[in-house]
């Protein structure tokens, strides 16, 4: 027998409601705040990614699904949403729209990792992007957005934390004064960690396991090196988010996992939580990525969330979502004859906007009300030899038990009202 490779679930029927129900509040969020959807293609030159993540980051150097195509070009299935959307904004020269230009998107996500609870190698993702203006409150609204997100949903106390990472100005002062505490650390961190002392001394403060975390608790923190204007941004920052009334605390070790973030990071966190399991969502500042992709300067500030982790912490707080619509009727036969008016009768009611069960086969009508009960319809409609000589129907109320005979001529303005 076949199965899911390692990693991967199928999203059955009945899990749908919650889907539909995330990715429609997830748009009409959008909506509210000006941001249009876009819809890049699953897959990307890798380069791409390398350039934007970083080469030394987790995902570069083991998560990306990679493979070389027939004409040798060298692809990757997207790993992450911001990337593609940067690209897009360069390939299309949205450049010359009134900035900033909002975009969102619902999307597959591919990464090769330890599959945990909320955690596949195929996720979707949910983000938005903003793009072409520096200013801070642009980082309160991306912030706002992402809590009134799940706040919305109905999930509650949540933490929200904030830091900043500097700029390509300040940053290098503050990665020496990183490599000067972790210098004698060696023993206390893992062996990915002694690595990123050379490679990458930014991603340090990004590993989740223990070890690693009780050592960045007492590391240098990047908001007392930033400069001036870094210093001014997170202060009015701060500010902007007081006005919101949104619940924030800095962390000095929060760095995201990506190299293109600078300045402004957060992340939204359950409560309770703490190493991989830890976030619900995040994002931040990256002024230098489209720029470092070939265009112009242009400052942007985005988001992105896993559908699936936000499903796991939905059904943890027993957080009720709304049922699909589903067909509330249910039409039965006894014969041929009965059988030819049915098809009538429920392609009439379709074609009203009423949604319709049809029995199908040659099942008793016992069996027939057993299937329209295990439904959930509300009401059936029966039609029988009789009933198809006279021009009449039988329309059985399903919770009540009772029932009475129909016109089929006046049945259908009868259901649709």
């Known amino acids: 027998m076949y199965r899911m490779p390692r990693g991967t679930r199928d999203i059955l029927p009945e899990e749908q409601s919650h889907w539909r129900y995330i990715e429609a509040r997830a748009a009409q969020l959008c909506q509210l705040y000006g941001y249009e959807r876009i819809d890049t293609h699953v897959f990307e030159d890798s380069r791409l990614f390398v350039r934007s993540i970083g080469e030394e980051t987790d995902i570069v150097q083991k998560e990306m699904y990679s493979f070389s195509d027939r004409s040798g070009s060298w692809l990757t299935l997207r790993p992450e949403g911001t990337a593609p959307v940067c690209r897009a904004y360069l390939e299309h020269g949205m450049h010359s729209r009134p900035q900033p230009v909002k975009l969102y998107y619902i999307t597959p996500i591919f990464r090769y990792e330890r599959p945990q609870a909320g955690r596949y190698r195929q996720h979707q993702q949910f983000g938005f992007e903003a793009m072409g203006d520096v200013d801070p409150a642009l980082d309160a609204e991306v912030i706002e957005m992402s809590w009134r997100f799940y706040i919305g949903l109905g999930l509650e106390n949540l933490v929200l934390k904030l830091n900043s990472i500097g700029c390509r100005l300040c940053r290098p002062r503050y990665l020496e004064k990183l490599k000067d505490y972790y210098r004698d650390k060696g023993e206390l961190i893992c062996t990915d960690c002694r690595r990123r002392r050379v490679t990458n001394p930014l991603r340090l403060l990004d590993c989740k396991k223990e070890s690693c975390l009780s050592v960045a608790e007492s ?108 067909p509330t009727i249910f039409v039965a036969y006894l014969g041929q004859e009965a059988k030819e008016e049915a098809l009538k009768v429920a392609s009439q009611l379709r074609g009203a906007g009423v949604g319709v069960l049809l029995a199908y086969g040659e099942r008793s009508l016992k069996a027939q009300l057993r299937q329209a009960n295990a439904s959930g319809a509300k009401q059936a409609i029966i039609i029988g030899e009789e009933e198809a000589g006279a021009g009449v129907a039988v329309l059985r109320d399903m919770v009540k038990g009772e029932q009475k005979s129909v016109p089929r001529a006046d049945l259908l303005a009868m259901l649709v009202r």
């Open 219 to 326: 590391a240098p923190k990047s908001s007392e090196h930033l400069c001036p204007e870094c210093c001014q941004h997170l202060d009015d920052l701060r500010r902007y988010l007081g006005f919101l009334s949104l619940p924030f605390s800095l962390d000095h070790t929060l760095v995201r996992g990506l190299d293109y973030y600078t300045r402004t990071v957060f992340e939204i966190q359950p409560p309770g939580e703490r190493g991989p399991q830890a976030t619900l969502g995040g994002g931040g500042r990256y002024d230098d990525l489209i720029e470092e992709l070939g265009g112009r300067p242009t400052p942007a500030v985005g988001f992105a969330t896993g559908i699936e982790r936000v499903i796991l912490n939905l059904r943890e707080q027993q957080g009720s979502v709304p049922d699909l619509p589903y």
